[in-house]
């Protein structure tokens, strides 16, 4: 789509344009191309001098079980997240969706959580499983369920999971609720009369109608999971215990800034980018067909 | 609503309930454990009801940090002002340099124009987190770490306000240009009187979406600051918990992490139509 009339000249656009082009250039382009380059070189162990080793640092990571590990640290994490919190997300929905007063008031009680940092997030969760002094695992002790998620991978796990979860609720209700409210009722109601119980039109015309929104709220949590919850891991366990938590941002993090492995760092930097890259192209795919509905 | 039976009805409502009880529940525990004694807290189960200690440990949060003996200390008021001034120049900076560019692709046709759209494009899918070593490089090499320049900055490259803007700007009539134009309006003016003014109800949706990404930044400001009166509120809690067996001051670092919360929240509380318009018409 073009506009059929504009104004003239090529200075002032070029000016216009130019703050964004320079910040892109410096703080994107530049920094992008730079974890490209550096992921073909390794540096020698004191920083002095760095040597060209082609696809070295890709083979060594594809061959790491710590990177692979961490690989399908990430799949179960993403995936876990993903699908609770879009799950829990699309069942509220469907409840206030069904209320003729009253779905405003829920809309307000049940959003705000978008607006709480995946860090605090992590705080509070933390606090609440903490293993001397959190009000969790003090029950889950009184029932007999030893709870310590600093030395147990598997309890660390569902932790990050579910501070994570808890606070991405909020943006899939919002949406959810938005694709319920477009469906026209009318057809609803077709249905109804033609004695369709509430589960069969659920199944049969809600859910068809709002697989568009589902999947692309499915890559935009999947992108959320990547990276956004770097916050929740750092404060809650940072990575640990014994890395069964370190998902593919983190350790990027760790190993780039923490054990300065530059070389390493800069490639899993590139493999990430590729990873976002393939998700973008088929989260924009979905924008087209939507333009043509 | 097709059918209208009275226990369907009640049920609904109890499921919500049931639900808005789970996003709750943490942060009332928050809210308690910030009005109580450190002893309340480190001797469970945490009372249900807050206590009597809230104007103590809320001022020890803002002036003091944490007793001594306790993890970092940090007075989070600075840490506050830093946020705050990193939110807004994020969202303002984003706003500004995206409402510019988006009117020179609309409204004029320059040399490269389709090449710098893709350039500017691009930048929409990659999070700081992805190249985050070399561009904390070129934030040193500038000599940027430790300010507030090099906060913001980085953070303000990307494409999606660019890209709302564009798409809103394709829906205004022709005819307000032609008008503009017969009038003898310059570009300029016809950017500050008639685009800006219209774009209203678009700015203040992205500025919603923009304040919190701004405010809940983590990761860049703790690579980026090692000056601690450079910290800002949500990553400065980490430091609040020491890690082993030390303990924290909880009720300080609870009632800190509400101060991190308050702010954010009461944006989307109160400019909620905003908010909902800009999360679902921008999704980041």
């Not at chain 1, 130019?18 to 992921?39: K, M, R, T």
């Not at chain 1, 606090?127 to 991978?153: D, P, R, V």
């Not at chain 2, 306790?70 to 008021?77: F, L, M, R």
């Not at chain 2, 001034?85 to 340099?97: E, R």
Request: with cysteine; glycine share 6%; hydrophobic share 55%.
């Amino acid at each position: 789509m073009e506009k059929r009339v504009f104004f003239k000249g090529w200075w002032l656009p070029a000016l216009l344009v130019a703050p964004q082009l320079l910040i892109s250039f410096v703080f994107f382009f530049y920094p992008s191309g730079q974890a490209i380059w550096n992921s073909l070189f390794l540096p020698d162990p004191f920083g002095l001098k760095t040597e060209y080793v082609g696809l070295d640092n890709f083979r060594f990571l594809l061959s790491d079980p710590y990177y692979l590990a961490s690989f399908k640290t990430t799949v179960i994490f993403s995936t876990a997240v993903s699908v609770s919190s879009m799950a829990l997300g699309l069942y509220l929905a469907a409840l206030a969706d069904r209320l003729i007063k009253g779905a405003g008031v829920y809309q307000t009680l049940l959003i705000w959580p978008y607006a709480i940092a995946p860090a605090i997030a992590g705080v509070l969760w933390l606090f609440m499983f903490n293993g001397n002094i959190g009000l969790a695992s003090y029950y889950l002790k009184a029932l007999g369920y030893e709870w310590n998620h600093t030395l147990k991978g598997d309890q660390a796990m569902f932790l990050v999971i579910l501070a994570s979860s808890w606070g991405r609720i909020s943006y899939n209700f919002l949406f959810f609720l938005a694709g319920l409210q477009a469906i026209p009722k009318s057809i609803i109601e077709a249905a109804a009369i033609d004695g369709a119980s509430f589960w069969k039109r659920f199944g049969t015309i809600v859910i068809p109608l709002l697989s568009p929104i589902t999947f692309f709220l499915l890559v935009v949590n999947i992108v959320y999971a990547f990276f956004d919850t770097f916050g929740v891991i750092h404060t809650i366990t940072s990575g640990g215990p014994e890395q069964s938590t370190t998902i593919l941002v983190y350790k990027v993090f760790s190993d780039g800034f923490v054990s300065q492995d530059l070389g390493s760092s800069a490639a899993q930097s590139v493999i990430l980018l590729v990873l976002v890259g393939i998700l973008t192209v088929i989260q924009f795919k979905y924008i087209e067909r939507k333009v043509h509905y | 609503m097709v059918e209208k039976k009275k226990s369907g009805y009640w049920l609904t409502h109890l499921g919500l309930i049931l639900g808005v009880l789970f996003i709750f529940f943490p942060v009332w525990l928050t809210f308690v454990a910030s009005t109580v004694t450190q002893d309340a807290i480190i001797y469970p189960p945490l009372p249900m009801l807050p206590g009597t200690e809230f104007f103590e440990n809320y001022a020890n949060a803002l002036f003091r940090g944490s007793p001594e003996g306790y993890g970092a200390k940090v007075p989070v008021i600075k840490m506050m002002m830093n946020s705050a001034i990193m939110a807004i120049g994020i969202t303002v900076g984003k706003i500004i340099i995206s409402l510019l560019s988006a009117f020179a692709f609309v409204y004029f046709r320059f040399p490269f124009r389709n090449l710098c759209f893709w350039l500017i494009f691009i930048t929409l899918m990659l999070p700081v987190e992805v190249r985050i070593v070399p561009t904390y490089e070129v934030v040193a090499n500038l000599n940027l770490l430790n300010s507030y320049t090099g906060l913001i900055f980085p953070l303000i490259a990307s494409a999606t306000a660019t890209f709302l803007f564009r798409q809103f700007f394709m829906t205004i009539p022709d005819e307000m240009v032609e008008a503009a134009r017969m009038d003898g309006c310059s570009p300029m003016r016809f950017f500050f009187d008639i685009l800006v003014p219209i774009s209203k109800t678009n700015i203040a949706a992205l500025f919603v979406i923009l304040f919190i990404f701004g405010w809940n930044q983590y990761l860049w400001p703790l690579l980026m600051t090692t000056d601690p009166d450079m910290r800002t509120i949500v990553m400065a809690i980490d430091s609040m918990i020491p890690t082993g067996d030390d303990y924290a001051h909880w009720p300080t670092v609870m009632a800190t992490a509400m101060l991190a919360m308050v702010p954010p929240v009461i944006v989307v509380i109160s400019m909620q139509k905003f908010f909902v318009k800009g999360l679902l018409e921008s999704d980041k």
